[in-house]
């Protein structure tokens, strides 16, 4: 099987749900590619404190940030090593959203007006899943620049694969919508053009804004008639993205551990993206257990024959609880789609918190 | 110590979150009527149970327990069918992407809708003297759907929907109705997160934290002149000193979830190659003599 080769990618994106380490992965992965000679941007959501320390990102690091990558960079060759570097950047969906809103924006009237709609305010915290949006957003400006051989991007936690990937159409349908403009449309005007549904949903949201007072009607209109003329900039935007994605340079990564849920839900995460024509190029198991002492190695160790019964004790627990592994990992392997490579990154013990660290774990990273 | 009438089960992803809540839940059957209500989409807790239930609807695994699936998606659509009563309609817009998006961008609607049914769900076992464990989500978007009434209070000043936010704000912040039991495991991250979710949970939005479930705790077979004795051993060094240390965390950390006024319940870690209904029942007995007896 081919080994996953960093070297020939543009772009690697970390998907998985949520608690798997996905950014420790990303992070492992762009210090490993740095450390091949690539010239590498990360970026993060999220990222644990210690994490954040490691990668030497403040809490409100919007910008990239150069890393030292001193003390586990290899290279003999200088010019690799000149060539090379690592920076990170962590993402604030709710900053990017707004300075898109003001790059497109016709007017500084217009610009405020979204900025100020309580649609808008909702729609770019984290309820809509606009950090997704956002990251792609943020992504595109990265790869714009050439020389950056390789983007690492870590993914917001989702529960769905496609919530990330395919946030640019959401909201481009949105923008679009028939229903939602003439929802927002006085009554009477437009009546005649109105499918039953929309008189419905139109009726329902009345509905709701008598009961609770929340005017929402005006705003949905005000929101998408704000956004009139910025469509083509989206869109434009938005058709990048998928390009991107479809690329055969950027490869998907689906991150999981070896629990049996866990890979059920990634299992859930390749069909969603193989349905929406995406291929994953491979899967990463995190915090796969290291491989288990020898048990004959007891047998002729010269302790203490209670303290020989607790350690083969302790071995054979801990056995079981590879088995554990090992069945998931198995029937992981055998519903891997085509094409797609397993990979496993060892546990390190201990949380990451320096380079050497996350440098440890790409290393360990492997084809299983 | 009596427990509240609903426990709100959470924790960070891999904490056994959804084993920890079928096992409460199987404990306190063994007393009284329970449900358990999954939250938690995949449904993990049910099948642990052994039950598959869909659309709303209760299944009994026992004659004291049953187990319901309960998600944000169908309480909205049963809101819409109560307001559009032609169903033809309201299913045509339930499914237009429309419609879908006018309620993402509602604050919360979903989720508040939610919380409502269980503001019901309680009152109803009030009644029965029946007990409802929650699989909820993974803590983050567990405080998301918490911090949900408090929210729409803000957008809506007066009116129908600020009452009943107050009502569901008086029902979460009832210490003999709700309260939250938070899962973890005997690592430094995921303590910190469950100290640090409990405090959200209790300080800002005032909601009482019963338990901290430390999960997969190894029992201690080493002592110190033990470990000494066999450094020369190395990877057998390395992986005595790792069940070691994990007991050490869990030790470690209980003074700091008694201190936040949180009871602290050790599971053991179930050293067998699959969790099946033996290894539930197992967690289910040390629940029952160190969380339900004290």
């Avoid at chain 1, 053009?193 to 949903?201: E, G, K, N, T, Y």
């Avoid at chain 1, 193989?274 to 010269?302: H, I, K, Q, Y």
């Avoid at chain 2, 009434?149 to 979460?172: C, E, H």
Wanted: charged letters at 25%.
């Amino acid at each position: 099987m081919k080994p996953f080769d960093l070297r020939a990618q543009k772009l690697v994106i970390c998907l998985g749900p949520g608690g798997v380490g996905k950014t420790t992965i990303s992070a492992a992965l762009a210090v490993r590619a740095a450390m091949l000679g690539c010239a590498v941007d990360v970026m993060t959501v999220d990222p644990a404190p210690r994490l954040l320390d490691a990668l030497g990102l403040e809490q409100d690091s919007s910008e990239p940030v150069e890393v030292f990558l001193d003390g586990v960079q290899r290279g003999r060759r200088s010019k690799t090593r000149e060539h090379a570097r690592l920076r990170a950047l962590r993402l604030d969906p709710k900053r990017t959203f707004d300075s898109i809103i003001a790059r497109y924006a016709l007017s500084d009237a217009a610009r405020d007006t979204i900025l100020e709609n309580r649609i808008y305010r909702n729609l770019s915290g984290a309820l809509a899943g606009v950090g997704d949006y956002m990251a792609m957003e943020k992504l595109l400006e990265l790869a714009a620049n050439p020389t950056t051989d390789l983007i690492v991007l870590d993914t917001p936690p989702a529960t769905e694969a496609l919530d990330f990937l395919d946030a640019p159409r959401r909201l481009l349908e949105l923008l679009n919508s028939r229903a939602v403009t003439l929802l927002g449309a006085p009554a009477g005007l437009f009546r005649s053009q109105l499918r039953m549904v929309d008189i419905a949903a139109r009726a329902v949201l009345a509905a709701f804004d008598r009961v609770t007072g929340l005017h929402l009607l005006s705003d949905v209109q005000s929101f998408v008639r704000s956004f009139d003329g910025m469509y083509e900039g989206f869109s434009v935007r938005a058709a990048r993205a998928q390009d991107k994605l479809r690329a055969t340079d950027t490869a998907i990564v689906v991150v999981t551990t070896a629990e049996s849920s866990r890979i059920a839900q990634a299992r859930e995460f390749i069909d969603a993206l193989e349905g929406a024509g995406l291929r994953v190029s491979a899967m990463v198991v995190n915090r796969l257990m290291a491989e288990l002492p020898d048990a004959a190695e007891l047998a002729s160790a010269r302790i203490a024959p209670s303290l020989k019964k607790k350690l083969k004790r302790n071995l054979a627990d801990y056995a079981a609880l590879k088995t554990r592994e090992e069945v998931s990992l198995t029937a992981l392997r055998d519903s891997l789609p085509s094409g797609a490579i397993l990979m496993v990154a060892h546990d390190l013990g201990r949380e990451p918190r320096t380079i050497a660290d996350l440098a440890e774990i790409g290393r360990s990273i492997s084809a299983a | 110590m009596t427990l509240p009438r609903v426990l709100f089960v959470t924790g960070k992803g891999g904490t056994g979150k959804s084993t920890v809540a079928a096992a409460i839940a199987l404990a306190l059957s063994r007393r009284r009527p329970t449900t358990l209500a999954d939250l938690d989409g995949r449904l993990s807790a049910a099948a642990a149970l052994g039950a598959m239930p869909r659309d709303s609807t209760a299944v009994k695994v026992s004659d004291t327990l049953d187990v319901i699936a309960l998600t944000a998606r169908a309480e909205l659509e049963a809101f819409i069918e109560r307001i559009v009563p032609i169903r033809a309609i309201s299913r045509r817009m339930l499914r237009s992407r429309t419609f879908g998006y006018v309620t993402a961008a509602l604050p919360g609607l979903e989720a508040f809708l939610l919380l409502e049914r269980l503001r019901i769900m309680a009152g109803d076992a009030a009644l029965e003297d029946r007990y409802l464990v929650i699989d909820a989500p993974a803590s983050g978007s567990a405080v998301e759907l918490l911090s949900v009434s408090s929210g729409v209070k803000n957008l809506a000043p007066a009116g129908t929907l600020n009452r009943l936010a107050d009502s569901i704000d008086g029902f979460l912040g009832d210490a003999t109705r709700f309260g939250a039991v938070i899962t973890t495991t005997p690592e430094t991250l995921a303590v910190r997160e469950a100290l640090e979710t409990a405090a959200t949970i209790r300080e800002r939005l005032g909601i009482a934290t019963v338990a901290a479930i430390m999960n997969c705790v190894p029992d201690l077979i080493f002592d110190t002149s033990e470990l000494a004795a066999m450094s020369p051993l190395g990877g057998h060094a390395r992986l005595a000193i790792r069940r070691n240390s994990a007991h050490e965390q869990a030790a470690l950390a209980a003074p700091r979830f008694a201190d936040a006024g949180m009871m602290i319940v050790n599971l053991p870690m179930m050293f067998t190659p699959s969790i099946g209904s033996a290894e539930l029942t197992k967690l289910g007995r040390v629940l029952d003599a160190e969380l339900l007896d004290r």
